[in-house]
């Protein structure tokens, strides 16, 4: 669905020319200025995990991805906009990752039907990126953008959709980059600080990023 040449605009700021299937787990890092503008102000590095979307038919293929979703911070969801299967397996994937974590404790597909009821309690921050963009013709957007506009809602979360290979569409200022800031913001504040606010006590006044990952998943 584009994953790595998404992650690779995110923290290059660089369209990425020859893309390759992620095989495994690939990481990248990009510099996230935290609260930009006010006093509190920080520059972190954020990681980024690009998680291979082979699904597979064995159980040991998913079993083995779970190990990269242990102390997650932050989930992109990413999905193909030209492709409406790919944004209806983003629950599979919700249920893959968050299921891992000890909170929520479930969230179900049913017959279809998302259960938000349990996906309320989620306090791991989400975004929604849809890709390919550019490879839907002007006349069609306004139906599918439709379409797909239930994913922010059912997730709780912001979304964006753009086009990879255009670094316009994350340009400083614009829609889309306050909702990527807002995000990253969230996902520092999901590491490092307490519900009120507060610093972690023993956090040390440190720039690295370290420990915490942040997950971008798809399925093919």
């Known amino acids: 669905v584009g994953k790595s040449s998404l992650v690779h605009l995110l923290c290059q700021n660089q369209v990425l020319g020859n893309p390759s299937w992620t095989v495994g787990c690939s990481v990248d890092v990009r510099v996230h200025d935290y609260k930009e503008g006010t006093p509190e102000e920080k520059t972190y590095y954020i990681e980024l995990w ?75 921050p989400l975004l929604v990126i849809g890709t390919k963009l550019d490879q839907i013709h002007e006349t069609k957007r306004h139906e599918v953008l439709t379409r797909t506009a239930f994913l922010a809602e059912d997730f709780n979360a912001e979304e964006i959709n753009l086009d990879c290979t255009n670094s316009r569409y994350l340009a400083a200022g614009s829609s889309n980059a306050v909702k990527l800031s807002r995000f990253f913001d969230k996902v520092i504040e999901k590491r490092y600080f307490l519900r009120e606010g507060n610093q972690i006590p023993g956090f040390p006044d440190r720039k690295r990023f370290g420990g915490g990952t942040l997950k971008n998943l798809h399925y093919d």
């Not at 979703?69 to 932050?74: F, I, K, L, P, R």
């Open 50 to 124: 690009d998680v291979g979307g082979s699904v597979g038919s064995a159980s040991s293929v998913k079993s083995t991805r779970a190990v990269f979703y242990n102390s997650v911070n932050g989930i992109i969801l990413v999905h193909d906009l030209t492709n409406k299967k790919s944004s209806q397996n983003l629950y599979r994937w919700s249920v893959e990752a968050l299921n891992r974590d000890l909170v929520p404790t479930g969230v179900l597909v049913t017959n279809g039907d998302y259960d938000q009821e349990q996906f309320a309690d989620n306090q791991i």
